[in-house]
């Protein structure tokens, strides 16, 4: 439920990207976060580089908007 929830924040902050235009590298840091997230949760004995969680996505993709 919570990588549905910041799959779909996600989607909307790039959809407000001019088409044509690249996605800009903060958005795309948000893609590999929510990446982790999914690590985090689905495979946890791999463990990711720094914690991630469903509420920090969620502020970055606030912070840009």
């Known amino acids: 439920l919570e990588l549905e929830k910041v799959s779909q924040e996600y989607k909307k902050l790039v959809n407000k ?5 690249p ?8 893609f590999w976060m929510q990446q982790e997230l999914r ?3 689905l495979a946890q004995t791999l463990r990711t580089h720094n914690p991630k969680s469903a509420k920090r996505i969620t502020k970055a993709i606030k912070d840009i908007e």
């Open 17 to 21: 990207t001019p088409k044509g235009l």
């Open 23 to 30: 996605i800009p590298h903060d958005v795309t840091a948000i």
């Open 39 to 41: 690590v985090s949760l």
